[in-house]
């Protein structure tokens, strides 16, 4: 391998001051530099394998979890999808039942195959419960949403698809 010009003058330096250090000088200068290699392959190559093993197991517990959560609301799905149908008026009357839990801060509007809830100062807990209910009684399943969040909870609309009575 060729060096560069610009490097002779240094180089004839550094060999100049090689060759004036006794055996044991250099051998010194040797295990140095073979120290400081080591540091940095360990440093480098050594100690992020290490990290990624040391973190694996936390991370597949993660994972499993996910996916065991992943499953779950897969089974929901198709326990949901195959549940029969319900009539215009029993979802109509689930819905209600389940606004009313919601207190006088929910007002629901019921037009053809839609829903409309508007509310003020629910909180999160209160609109995924109502989620659900409506989802599994009414078959009713949300197609856009409006919130805003304030400082007693959450206010705006929720609008649902209700299922056709015929089944599908």
């Given amino acids: ?3 560069p010009e610009s490097w002779s003058p240094a180089l004839e330096k550094y060999r100049a001051a090689w ?3 006794d055996a044991r000088e250099r051998t010194g200068v040797l295990a140095a530099a073979a120290a400081v290699f080591l540091l940095v392959f360990v440093m480098l190559l050594v100690n992020p394998a290490l990290k990624t093993l040391r973190e694996a197991p936390a991370r597949l517990a993660q994972l499993d979890s996910q996916l065991a959560q992943m499953q779950s609301l ?3 799905a198709k326990r949901l999808q195959q549940l029969p149908a319900v009539n215009p008026a029993q979802a109509a009357e689930a819905l209600q039942a389940a606004t009313a839990y919601l207190g006088p801060d929910a007002k629901l509007q019921l037009q053809g195959d839609r829903a409309t809830l508007s509310f003020q100062s629910l909180s999160g807990e209160q609109i995924g419960a109502w989620l659900t209910e409506v989802r599994s009684a ?4 949300p ?3 409006q919130l805003q969040q304030g400082p007693r909870g959450y206010g705006g609309s929720i609008v649902l698809a209700l299922a056709s009575g015929n089944p599908s």
């Fill in 1 to 3: 391998m060729k060096l």
């Fill in 138 to 141: 009414a078959r009713a399943r």
């Fill in 143 to 145: 197609v856009e949403a």
């Fill in 74 to 76: 897969a089974a929901e």
């Fill in 19 to 21: 060759s004036r250090l």
